[in-house]
Nanobody
């Protein structure tokens, strides 16, 4: 069983930055693709960013491209989401997800394990 624990959420003013972290248990982290998703109040959960097992391939939602950066440190079993130029529409619960394959996808149902989520609130 893989457990994912997110951290780094909080309240920030528009234009500010936050870095989310997701640490996973287990020895197979380096063979998993990882993703970040978010769910705003009253909306469906949506894809934000994903990264392959090696870190060489990344994907971003159009709404965050150029502002957010996903990265990973396999030695620390951790994936990060650096969020810059945050806007009120980025307010959501952010979820980390792991996929039991090396290649990342943007499809929520492709991911096998999920964290509990961390709240990000951006004030205007």
């Amino acid at each position: 069983q893989v457990q994912l624990v997110e951290s780094g959420g909080g309240l920030v003013q528009a234009g500010g930055s936050l870095r989310l972290s997701c640490t996973t248990s287990g020895r197979t982290f380096s063979s998993y693709a990882m993703g970040w998703f978010r769910q705003a109040p009253g909306k469906e959960r949506e894809f934000v960013a994903a990264i392959s097992w090696s870190g060489l391939t990344t994907y971003y939602a159009h709404s965050v491209k150029g502002r957010f950066t996903i990265s990973r440190d396999n030695a620390k079993n951790t994936v990060y989401l650096q969020m810059n130029s945050l806007q009120p529409e980025d307010t959501a619960v952010y979820y980390c997800a792991a996929r039991r394959f090396q290649l990342a996808t943007v499809v929520e149902h492709d991911y096998n394990y999920w964290g509990q989520g961390t709240q990000v609130t951006v004030s205007s």
